[in-house]
């Protein structure tokens, strides 16, 4: 089992910054991977960003290349989605969630067992 709570969310201006946190437990957290995804009010959950257990590896949707970061801190069971150069178009809530086993695709919904509760996200242009 893994608890996942996420925090940060808010209401910022375009062209603004947020950073958005999970805190897990239950499961070590090195021993798995760690997606951000979000969802739009009216539309599906999408993928936003995935890191690797080590923190090595990382895959971005091509709408947040270059301006959203994600990481991890281990020692902290943390995940974060630095968020920069925010446009109202990423406006949604934010998930993480956690791929315990590590097979499936990096971008679906499936592939990942445990989800965080959400965090709100509103972009004013």
């Known amino acids: 089992q893994v608890q996942l709570v996420e925090s940060g969310g808010g209401l910022v201006q375009a062209g603004g910054s947020l950073r958005l946190s999970c805190v897990a437990s239950?499961?070590?957290?090195?021993?798995?991977?760690m997606g951000w995804f979000r969802q739009a009010p009216g539309k599906e959950r999408q993928f936003v960003a995935r890191?690797?257990?080590?923190?090595?590896?990382?895959r971005y949707t091509d709408s947040v290349k270059g301006r959203f970061t994600i990481s991890r801190d281990n020692a902290k069971n943390t995940v974060y989605l630095q968020m920069n150069s925010l446009k109202p178009e990423d406006t949604a809530v934010y998930y993480c969630?956690?791929?315990?086993?590590?097979?499936?695709?990096?971008?679906?919904?499936?592939?990942?067992?445990?989800w965080g509760q959400g965090t709100q996200v509103i972009v004013s242009s």
């Open positions: 890191i690797s257990l080590g923190g090595f590896s990382t």
């Open positions: 239950g499961r070590t957290f090195s021993s798995y991977s």
């Open positions: 969630a956690a791929d315990i086993h590590g097979s499936g695709a990096y971008y679906d919904i499936g592939t990942y067992l445990y």
